[in-house]
Every structure is written in C-alpha cells, then in structure tokens.
C-alpha cells in the first residue's frame, strides 16, 4: 500500500497523475474524482499505449463528464473505463485498485 494523496487535495470533479515507478513498464496512474468517487487507470490510451493527459494531471474532457486521450480525443467513461468514442471504441482503460483510508488516497497491493 502506498499513500497517493489526501482525497481533499483531489477536486471533485478532478483528475491527477501519480508515478508509479514500481509498475514493471513504469506507466503512470491516471485517477479521477467524480460524484464523490475515485476510479484509477493506468494512464495509457488502449489504442496507442501512449499517456492521455494534455498536461500532468489532466485527463478530463471540457465537460469534466469523460476521460479524454490528448493523443486523439478517445472518450472514456469515468466508471469502468469503456471507450465511448474514439479510434478505440469498446476498449477499456486498465483499471488499478485505489481506496480511501482515513481521508488519504491509498494505491492497492497490486503494485506494491
């Protein structure tokens, strides 16, 4: 387990990036806040295995509604990752296991 954030400093709705230099590919985590959950990813787009995020941290569409890719404008449901439009289209984001403890942001054990 490792502590990622105190879920205050995380915006509702928001998204950041966190390194994840144990992951063996060395991806880094895409996590979103919305209507008072968390969902984390890998932060790599299913149709080029490239990071998503426009700058550090930010992978919501305009709308703050979606996951959205820089690379190519895919658009990924918050909850379960499913690309809704985009070159990837019914693919998935890899999700990560992330919860909350005492206020802070926790990754699982699945990258410990």
Not at 14 to 25: T, V
């Amino acid at each position: 387990m490792r502590r990622l954030c105190r879920l205050a400093e995380l915006p509702d709705p928001g998204s950041a990036r966190f390194e994840m230099p144990e992951h063996p590919y060395g991806y880094s985590l895409c996590v979103v806040h919305s209507n008072g959950q968390v969902h984390a990813y890998l932060n790599s787009c299913p149709h080029t295995d490239s990071p998503m995020d426009w700058t550090p941290g930010d992978f919501l569409s305009s709308d703050r509604q979606y996951i959205q890719c820089s690379l190519h404008g895919a658009l990924f449901e918050v909850d379960g990752g499913r690309c809704v439009a985009g070159p990837c289209r019914g693919d998935r984001l890899t999700p990560v296991q992330v919860y909350v403890e005492n206020g802070l942001l926790m990754l699982g054990e699945s990258f410990d």
